[in-house]
């Protein structure tokens, strides 16, 4: 049985914000059964032996199938797919469209969209030299090709929802409270249906409870 590490406690205000949601949301699609390991992260257990041993990173999302360690949220997405058979087409074509975004979503449309939310936590000091100006200019140009992409399709890489998916709309949900997607009536669409599949719902909630938080108390 799969296990996924994931976060357990973890500083107030930062509940069910992590990238093991990816994880969590990828079995929840699948019905592969697993388990989850929650770590304290208060408590400093992500910097413990136990973990140092499976994350060379010392981070979650990390899963661990039968002895196999596989860390990196588009890699275990991906992996979660191949072995359910699901989230992922089988024709060679198909697959190579989810790959081009999964990495879209994580190399290209992430990085200034993580960076803006650091900066808006403030954890990259103050915003000298309009360093957040520059991110979210980038962040309109991606959100302009995905409104393109979106047009007349409703998941990202192919007919059927994916782990592509997953991902980008994970990578969306970091600047939901800004209004940066307001513009883009495709993407909100994107975005309102992707978050209302039940399997994240699921998701969601068991990250409320392993959080010891309300599901309402989610940012
Ligand atoms: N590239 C990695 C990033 C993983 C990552 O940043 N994990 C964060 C949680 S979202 C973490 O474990 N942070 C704790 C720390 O770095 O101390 C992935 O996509 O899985």
Same mark, same amino acid.
């Given at each position: 049985m799969i296990t996924l590490h994931a976060f357990g406690r973890v500083h107030p205000g930062m509940a069910c914000e992590g990238r093991d949601l990816r994880a969590q949301w990828a079995l929840e699609e699948t019905g592969l059964p697993y388990r989850v390991h929650k770590l304290d992260y208060v408590a400093g257990e992500f910097d413990g032996p136990a973990h140092r041993r499976i994350s060379?990173?010392?981070?979650?999302?990390?899963?661990?199938?039968? /002895?196999?360690?596989?860390?990196?949220?588009?890699?275990?997405?991906?992996?979660?797919?191949?072995?359910? /058979?699901?989230?992922?087409?089988?024709?060679?074509?198909?697959?190579?469209?989810?790959?081009?975004?999964?990495?879209?979503?994580?190399?290209?449309?992430?990085?200034p969209l993580f960076e803006i939310t650091m900066i808006d936590i403030g954890l990259r000091g103050p915003d000298i030299g309009g360093a957040r100006a520059a991110l979210v200019k980038e962040a309109h140009r991606w959100f302009a090709g995905l409104e393109q992409r979106l047009d /007349?399709?409703?998941?990202?890489?192919?007919?059927?929802?994916?782990?592509?998916?997953?991902?980008?709309?994970?990578?969306?949900?970091?600047?939901?409270?800004? /209004?940066?997607?307001?513009?883009?009536?495709?993407?909100?669409?994107?975005?309102?249906?992707?978050?209302?599949r039940p399997a994240w719902q699921r998701t969601l909630r068991q990250c409320a409870e392993r959080q010891g938080i309300a599901v309402s108390d989610i940012r």
């Open positions: 060379t990173f010392r981070q979650v999302p990390v899963i661990e199938d039968e /002895g196999l360690v596989v860390a990196e949220s588009g890699a275990i997405v991906l992996y979660i797919a191949e072995k359910a /058979g699901k989230l992922i087409p089988t024709d060679f074509a198909g697959r190579t469209q989810v790959v081009q975004w999964c990495f879209a979503a994580l190399a290209t449309v992430e990085r /007349g399709r409703e998941w990202i890489a192919c007919d059927d929802f994916t782990v592509a998916d997953i991902l980008l709309a994970s990578v969306l949900r970091q600047v939901r409270e800004t /209004g940066l997607i307001d513009p883009y009536p495709r993407l909100q669409s994107y975005y309102a249906r992707a978050f209302a």
